[in-house]
């Protein structure tokens, strides 16, 4: 078995890349030396355990068993942003959306629970919390994503102990679910959605209707008041279609260009100026404008934009040699910022890195992205969607993928529901399991 997939054709590496299809050996031979000269396998690190670096992690050391693998993670569990709204609603617990690196260290990859306090990619070293000083010949970076903080007055570092985004899944998941359970019948729950680019375009509205499915069993006679930092959201019609089914008018969305726009927050009174007035809340979720995570701005990974420049077939960054960005971090546009692209990316990148270092041409596999979301805990709604590396850059293939049909059955929905749960079990037994 292992010679057969030592000789593996560059066409079934891209098949493999993919489709997300993990040989159980190595897949192509690697010399004996690495490509900085130091002797022995070579030696690929990996920084966060999310979607992307964890995929990333063990990809690569599927397809190459040979290969030094190295993922840090400061935490040694990672709990995930899909499926944290339904934490929030109500349907789902904690322990159902926090995972471990147990399978990791089984399959061979070195797991460092530590932090990164830097990196220096001329000398090709990563530097732990610890001390330790750990050379790579490439290294893979999903460092997520941060908040841009000075974009609205009344706003600071303490903000979200006060006003949560819930848009890191952990703590912040938790103080925003019981921020709800304590508001009054009655009461105003105002959520600000961020403008693009931003992490998991549909996951401020799945929220919306998750937090809706709470209030209707719990405090039916709530309010829900959207004020969007943007004109447009991802699957709007499918989302208001579902609120007005299952929630009649309990959620008002306003865009920005009818008010929408937030200026500043009194957080103490948690009190909103936004364009068309004063609104009052009993409950705020700011979901702040955002960047590429800390560790890619201290690296010197980004632009103006705030993200990372790649080359977009090989994720390797336009900036720094042998550093690959991949996730939320990265332009890769169209493709959006998602646990299920971030997936994807880190195949495209672990298969191109394999085929670096053993001296061969990179490949173009296509990408793929995947959003379900729940709008009640048996109405969900989904996009999907084919990407292809055309002209230097990701393109949508088109025809491929789409979007659930407007004014489809309840069954047909709830069918789709049943597929949202389905999808989360799948991705994250194949990420973490």
Not at 387 to 400: E, L, P, R
Request: charged share 20%; with cysteine; glycine share 10%.
């Amino acid at each position: 078995m292992k010679n057969i997939i030592q000789s593996l054709s560059r066409r079934q590496l891209i098949q493999l890349a993919a489709a997300g299809v993990a040989a159980p050996t190595a897949a192509l031979t690697l010399t004996g030396c690495s490509q900085s000269g130091r002797k022995g396998a070579p030696s690929v690190i990996v920084i966060g355990g999310g979607f992307g670096g964890s995929a990333a992690a063990k990809y690569l050391k599927r397809y190459n068993a040979d290969l030094n693998v190295t993922l840090i993670e400061p935490k040694k569990t990672y709990v995930t942003c899909p499926g944290s709204n339904w934490v929030i609603g109500g349907i789902a617990e904690m322990t159902q959306i926090t995972h471990n690196y147990d399978a990791a260290k089984k399959n061979g990859i070195n797991v460092v629970h530590e932090m990164v306090t830097s990196v220096d990619p001329e000398k090709q070293t990563v530097t732990l919390s610890g001390g330790e000083v750990l050379n790579y010949d490439k290294l893979v970076m999903s460092p997520g994503i941060d908040f841009k903080l000075d974009v609205h007055e009344g706003v600071d570092q303490d903000t979200e102990n006060h006003l949560p985004h819930a848009y890191k899944a952990g703590d912040q998941t938790i103080l925003l679910r019981d921020q709800l359970r304590a508001m009054k019948d009655g009461g105003t729950f105002v959520m600000v959605a961020p403008p693009n680019p931003f992490r998991c375009p549909p996951g401020p509205y799945e929220r919306a209707g998750m937090i809706a499915h709470y209030l209707k069993n719990n405090k039916p006679k709530s309010k829900i008041l959207i004020l969007d930092q943007k004109n447009a959201f991802s699957k709007q019609g499918l989302f208001q279609e579902g609120w007005r089914n299952n929630y009649g008018q309990m959620i008002e969305w306003v865009a920005m260009q009818d008010g929408g726009e937030v200026k500043g927050f009194d957080v103490a009174n948690k009190t909103i100026d936004a364009g068309y007035g004063q609104v009052k809340a009993d409950v705020i979720n700011y979901i702040p404008p955002q960047k590429a995570g800390k560790l890619a701005f201290s690296v010197g990974l980004t632009n103006e934009s705030g993200f990372c420049p790649v080359n977009q077939q090989t994720f390797e960054s336009s900036i720094h040699k042998n550093i690959h960005v991949i996730g939320d971090a990265s332009i890769a546009s169209p493709m959006p910022k998602s646990g299920h692209s971030a997936t994807s990316q880190a195949k495209t990148t672990a298969a191109n890195i394999v085929l670096e270092l053993a001296g061969q041409e990179a490949i173009s596999a296509k990408n793929v992205n995947t959003c379900y979301s729940l709008v009640t805990p048996d109405y969900a709604i989904s996009v999907a969607a084919v990407y292809d590396f055309k002209d230097g850059k990701i393109a949508a293939v088109q025809g491929a993928g789409g979007v659930s049909p407007m004014g489809a059955s309840p069954e047909f929905r709830k069918q789709e529901a049943e597929y949202t749960r389905g999808w989360y079990r799948s991705i994250t037994n194949e990420v973490w399991g």
